[in-house]
């Protein structure tokens, strides 16, 4: 009764621990997105700018050159910036499968380790009911936080 006890505690504090990471992540995820637009936003007014910059430099071009170089250079400009924004990608494909594969791997394992150990470990043995508690821990702690980072997003 005191070993169905100690795993059901176990279990409860792990589940509270998994919890309180998830809520960690959501905390730090929010700072972090908010970092990210103050970067996009000081980068999109750097790319402003540069924009006016070259924009007055066109206008000082002569008449002449102007004409050509608003036929010529707008369609060339937006080229350029076609095959410049189709160079910048999130990340590697293989980079991203091995970030996906990471979660699943890791909690396959936890719960393939969980279930050997319950099985080597003699019944009476002292030390088993330490393993056995603690990677109960580990694995509900990995199971609610990991799994819970992914719960659907809200709209908007």
Same mark, same amino acid.
């Given at each position: 009764?005191?070993?169905?006890?100690?795993?059901?505690?176990?279990? *409860?504090?792990?589940?509270?621990?998994?919890? *309180?990471?998830?809520?960690?992540?959501?905390?730090?995820?929010?700072?972090?997105?908010?970092?990210? *637009?103050?970067?996009?936003? /000081?980068?999109?007014?750097?790319?402003?700018?540069?924009?006016?910059?070259?924009?007055?430099?066109?206008?000082?071009?002569? /008449?002449? /050159?102007?004409?050509?170089?608003?036929?010529?250079?707008?369609?060339?400009?937006?080229?350029?910036?076609?095959?410049?924004?189709?160079?910048?990608?999130?990340?590697?494909?293989?980079?991203?499968?091995?970030?996906?594969?990471?979660?699943?791997? *890791?909690?396959?394992?936890?719960?393939?380790?969980?279930?050997?150990?319950?099985?080597?470990? /003699?019944?009476?043995?002292?030390?088993?009911?330490?393993?056995?508690?603690?990677?109960?821990?580990?694995?509900?702690?990995?199971?609610?936080?990991?799994?819970?980072?992914?719960?659907?997003?809200?709209?908007?």
């Amino acid at each position: 009764m005191e070993e169905l006890l100690g795993l059901g505690a176990s279990a *409860l504090s792990g589940g509270l621990f998994g919890l *309180l990471g998830n809520v960690a992540t959501k905390i730090f995820g929010f700072f972090e997105r908010k970092q990210e *637009l103050a970067a996009r936003r /000081e980068e999109w007014g750097h790319e402003l700018s540069l924009q006016r910059l070259q924009m007055e430099a066109r206008r000082a071009e002569t /008449e002449q /050159e102007l004409a050509i170089a608003q036929a010529q250079g707008s369609w060339s400009g937006l080229a350029a910036s076609a095959q410049a924004e189709a160079r910048v990608g999130r990340s590697y494909k293989w980079v991203d499968a091995v970030r996906a594969l990471v979660r699943p791997a *890791l909690t396959v394992g936890l719960m393939g380790f969980l279930a050997t150990a319950a099985l080597v470990l /003699e019944p009476g043995d002292i030390d088993r009911a330490f393993v056995v508690e603690s990677l109960v821990f580990a694995a509900v702690t990995a199971i609610v936080w990991w799994f819970g980072d992914r719960a659907p997003k809200r709209a908007g």
